[in-house]
């Protein structure tokens, strides 16, 4: 069983269209990430969540709206897509950084490649 | 805030040979996690190895190992028999360790250094 998947895996679409991705974790985390993937290969961190709850907001456009429907589930939300939004989306997921058994991990998904053409 | 910071973007090795990546950090904080994170051309992010700052004992992980040096915020890979199947994007990463912490349990990467095996 995948312990983070993201669908899609790919995804090529027009400028200014909407788009989402979603991502599921059977690891029984309490928290959840979006990570963007630049094509130089930075990873800078877009979003989290704990327990549905809103955690890190880290400027990114308004565009972009991630949704939490439980703690197993974040989906991201993209609007208007541009073309510098071209990247790959990563979602992972780990411990309660509140709980002692927290080993600080993240568990990655398979990352999730959009193209905006 | 913390940065961190991969001073090779690319290295190379001979199979069977050992590499040292390195990584350093900047951070004001005592207490963290250190991780390097291997992505290979499947793009999966695969944690290869993880240290945490209050061990002074370096951590091992098979052929992987690390030199921790907290006082010059430095924590190199060493990656020893290299094997066709190393070859990836190695990424260094901190994250704090504060407890209890809310919203700062993200992890910052590093540029990441580009590994190729030679055969």
């Known amino acids: 069983d995948t312990a983070v998947s993201q669908t899609p895996k790919y995804l090529v679409t027009q400028m200014g269209n909407d788009k989402s991705i979603k991502c599921e974790q059977n690891l029984g985390h309490d928290t959840m990430y979006w990570y963007k993937q630049d094509s130089k290969k930075f990873l800078k961190i877009m979003f989290s969540?704990?327990?549905?709850?809103?955690?890190i907001n880290e400027t990114v456009p308004n565009r972009f709206s991630p949704k939490s429907p439980d703690k197993a589930h974040l989906n991201l939300h993209i609007n208007s897509l541009e073309l510098g939004d071209s990247a790959v989306y990563f979602c992972?997921?780990?411990?309660?950084?509140?709980?002692?058994?927290?080993?600080?991990?993240?568990?990655f998904g398979e990352g999730s490649r959009l193209t905006v053409l | 805030a913390q940065t961190v910071t991969q001073s090779q973007p690319e290295m190379s090795v001979q199979e069977a040979e050992t590499v040292t990546l390195s990584c350093t950090y900047d951070t004001s904080e005592s207490d963290y996690y250190l991780f390097w994170y291997k992505q290979p051309p499947s793009r999966q992010m695969i944690l290869v190895i993880r240290?945490?700052?209050?061990?002074?004992q370096n951590a091992t992980e098979n052929r992987f190992s690390v030199n921790f040096q907290k006082a010059a915020k430095s924590f190199s890979l060493k990656i020893s028999d290299s094997q066709l199947g190393d070859a990836a994007m190695y990424f260094c990463a901190y994250r704090s360790g504060l407890y209890p912490n809310f919203g700062n349990e993200k992890l910052t990467f590093g540029t990441g250094t580009r590994l190729t095996i030679i055969p």
């Open positions: 992972a997921s780990s411990q309660d950084p509140r709980s002692f058994a927290n080993t600080g991990e993240l568990f």
């Open positions: 969540y704990n327990n549905k709850e809103l955690i």
């Open positions: 240290q945490e700052a209050y061990k002074q």
